[in-house]
């Protein structure tokens, strides 16, 4: 019975002490080391990246936390608890990638021209729509980050394009399509506005509305 008494005692103890510990954890990104931080042993990935943004200033949204296993590098899971993605010791050392705000899916609806699909890679745009499309580096503006542009050939024919050429423009040859954006607010959930030009054509107003990140979490971990 004494024995007994004493395993459930220390048992109790070390679940205490689990609860209780506080994890010191090194935090770096790619250039080298960025900040230290302290999270509860309990706590999850996303309240480390909490943790990052207090310290660091960096926000969230913008952090994508990955933990080093032999030559792989590991996706943490902003939902996970931090023991179970292996996070578990203190001093392990936590790598963070600042993603592009502005990174995900969107659908641009252009006046006249109804609706097209966008997604951004950082300084990379997709554009789909119809089953043609192009891809393109984006131009942010130094200026202002929440401005960018980026232009691309689709290859189709329009009736402008028919028009402006006698009826000789043929799809094989493309036309150009601007994009020149501006993001509402600070991520890209706000969505934007802007304007599109096709080659022939006038400049058209446009609003696009964010429909997703560009690829889950559950999709990069390894």
Not at 177 to 187: D, K
Not at 191 to 220: A, C, I, S, W
Request: hydrophobic share 35%.
């Amino acid at each position: 019975l004494a024995q007994v008494t004493a395993n459930r005692s220390a048992a109790r103890c070390h679940c205490f002490l689990v609860f209780a510990m506080t994890l010191n954890l090194n935090v770096c990104s790619m250039a080298g080391p960025l900040c230290e931080v302290s999270v509860a042993a309990t706590g999850t990935v996303d309240d480390l990246k909490s943790a990052i943004e207090a310290v660091a200033k960096v926000p969230r949204r913008e952090q994508k936390l990955m933990l080093r296993q032999g030559w792989d590098m590991a996706v943490l899971q902003s939902s996970k608890a931090l023991e179970n993605c292996g996070v578990v010791e203190d001093g392990t050392e936590i790598t963070m990638v600042r993603t592009q705000p502005y990174n995900g899916k969107y659908e641009v609806n252009i006046t006249w021209n109804g609706t097209t699909q966008l997604q951004i890679f950082g300084t990379h745009a997709q554009v789909t729509g119809n089953d043609k499309g192009f891809e393109s580096e984006i131009d942010w503006d130094a200026a202002d980050v929440r401005k960018c542009t980026f232009s691309g050939r689709r290859m189709v024919t329009t009736e402008w394009a028919r028009r402006k050429t006698g009826g000789e423009h043929k799809a094989e040859e493309g036309v150009m399509e601007t994009f020149h954006l501006q993001f509402a607010g600070e991520g890209g959930a706000e969505g934007f506005e802007g304007t599109f030009q096709r080659q022939y054509e006038g400049p058209l107003n446009l609003k696009g509305v964010f429909v997703g990140d560009e690829m889950d979490e559950e999709h990069e971990e390894s």
